[in-house]
């Protein structure tokens, strides 16, 4: 049981390219997220997926696009990155959302900069 | 959500209880109370929740006042893989889809040999 699982654990990129980071769960969750932590700030959430074939803003979604593929996986992608996206970037997972039991399981980060 | 206020920083020795204080005095009658710790450079952790009865588990025991209005989270005794950023996160029932964790800055542990 892996847990939550991220690749690549480093990425470094120049302004414009493009790029996806892949998250696969291996708990059976229906709720997904992705979230950014900028040095010395707290997470920050990018996007969710609550189940299977639904996504959703969070507080930062400008400049990411999500695909939920599956109930395993949820991909984040950087259409055209940005200096500005240099950051750390965690995928959670859950049992459900909107239940006030939501305890999230984390993924181990992708560290990305964008020069 | 109920914004929660924590201390910067703090020390604890090893072995000793390491007990970190919240204040979420706008908290609401149907928000929890969930803590989380965040080791350097890994994902954040879940550590308990609570509602408004004391709570324990194998990681450690969360101590919410009568008013609600703060909380404590007692790691009984601290080592030094106890090092970490810890959150308070109030969160409470959605109507919709959304489960969003709002984290803060947290407080940096550390605990000394």
Redesign the interface.
């Known amino acids: 049981n892996a847990g939550v699982t991220q690749t690549p654990k480093f990425q470094v990129l120049k302004t414009g390219q493009s790029m996806t980071l892949q998250c696969a769960q291996d708990m059976n969750h229906n709720s997904m997220y992705w979230y950014r932590q900028d040095p010395g700030m707290g997470l920050r959430l990018i996007y969710y997926s609550a189940s299977e074939g639904t996504t959703d803003k969070g507080e930062v979604p400008n400049g990411y696009n999500v695909s939920r593929l599956n109930k395993r996986e949820f991909s984040l992608r950087l259409e055209s990155a940005a200096p500005s996206q240099t950051s750390v970037y965690f995928c959670a997972s859950s049992k459900t959302s909107g239940q006030a039991y939501n305890e999230q399981f984390f993924g181990p980060g992708t560290r990305l900069t964008v020069l | 959500d109920a914004k929660t206020t924590q201390p910067t920083s703090m020390d604890c020795a090893e072995g000793r209880a390491a007990n970190l204080p919240c204040n979420h005095s706008t908290i609401s009658g149907?928000e929890?109370v969930y803590w989380y710790r965040q080791i350097h450079?890994?994902?954040?952790?879940?550590i308990i929740?609570g509602?408004k009865n004391n709570e324990t588990n194998e990681m450690a025991s969360l101590i919410i006042t009568e008013d609600r209005k703060s909380s404590t989270l007692i790691l009984p005794h601290a080592t030094l893989r106890d090092t970490a950023v810890y959150?308070c996160i109030v969160?409470?029932?959605?109507?919709?889809?959304?489960?969003?964790?709002?984290?803060?800055?947290?407080t940096l542990l550390a605990v000394q040999p």
């Not at chain 2, 450079?41 to 879940?46: A, F, L, M």
């Not at chain 2, 409470?92 to 947290?106: E, P, Q, R, S, V």
């Open positions: 149907n929890y450079s890994q994902g954040p952790q879940y929740h509602l959150y969160r409470g029932l959605h109507g919709g889809a959304t489960n969003k964790l709002i984290f803060g800055t947290g």
